[in-house]
């Protein structure tokens, strides 16, 4: 995996977002996999900046992300449909009909997950995927357990992950405690990987996914079977490494 340490959250920002830029200007219908959390929003912001710049067009691109809660509504502002709508594709010119986020209002959430990934493989694969990790070791919301699943499923919430997100929604008894999320193999599938890991509260999931060797208790650990990924961090979460 390439590394590089960047002096803090904007540095990181600005290293994703140019090779996301360069990705697309060297094929501007590039598959992107996107991720939500409060790790890419620096990135995002970027990104729009340059689509306004015109440094970037997303008119050609096709995104995925990673996840969503289930269920939930669209509507609702902590769902990651809502996320993203804010966060960069109501800000940019992507067209509607190119994004594609995990339905979290699928009334039949397995063959919701089935179609997600023979979406993937027939628009030929995510060129780049951008992922963030949590603070237990998880991408996308493959948690750290017994066993990984490959293909995008429904998969239920750890603790550690009900805690760190709880906090967004009004109680924890209305935070959603399933996902659908892209499993292993369909992230592993991507053509190049970049993974954002940002401060002080990472650097203990930074270290096990680098230093350690493969394990379920480290879902992100499985990067290191890819050929292509990129590992940007912010001083602290480096501090271990
Ligand atoms: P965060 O979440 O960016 O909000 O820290 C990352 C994740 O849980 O994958």
């Known amino acids: 995996m390439k590394k590089t340490i960047c002096k803090n959250y904007e540095k990181m920002s600005e290293v994703a977002a ?10 501007p219908n590039s598959i992107l996999g996107f991720a939500t959390g409060s790790t890419p929003v620096g990135t995002y912001k970027l990104l729009e900046e340059y689509n306004k710049a015109g440094k970037i067009d997303f008119s050609e691109i096709t995104t995925f992300n990673l996840d969503e809660y289930y269920p939930i509504f669209r509507s609702n502002d902590q769902s990651y449909y809502y996320f993203m709508q804010k966060n960069l594709f109501s800000n940019v010119n ?39 990790i949590g603070r237990n070791g998880h991408i996308g919301f493959n948690e750290p357990g017994d066993e990984l699943i490959a293909q995008t499923h429904v998969t ?11 906090v967004f929604f009004p109680n924890v008894d209305s935070m959603p405690k399933r996902a659908l999320t892209m499993g292993l193999y369909s992230i592993l599938n991507a053509k190049k990987i970049v ?47």
């Open 18 to 27: 140019d090779l996301i830029v360069r990705q697309v200007n060297l094929k």
């Open 94 to 132: 992507i067209k509607p009909e190119n994004i594609n986020i995990p339905n979290g209002e699928a009334s039949d959430p397995d063959a919701e997950c089935v179609a997600y990934d023979e979406k993937i493989k027939a628009l030929g694969g995510i060129d780049l995927q951008v992922l963030g």
């Open 156 to 166: 239920g919430l750890t603790q550690s992950t009900i805690d760190a997100n709880s």
């Open 195 to 241: 993974i954002l890991i940002n401060g002080a509260n990472k650097a203990q999931a930074a270290k096990r996914m680098l230093c350690g060797g493969i394990g379920t208790d480290s879902p992100a650990s499985f990067l290191q079977l890819h050929s292509d990924v990129t590992v940007i961090l912010d001083e602290e979460a480096a501090s271990l490494i």
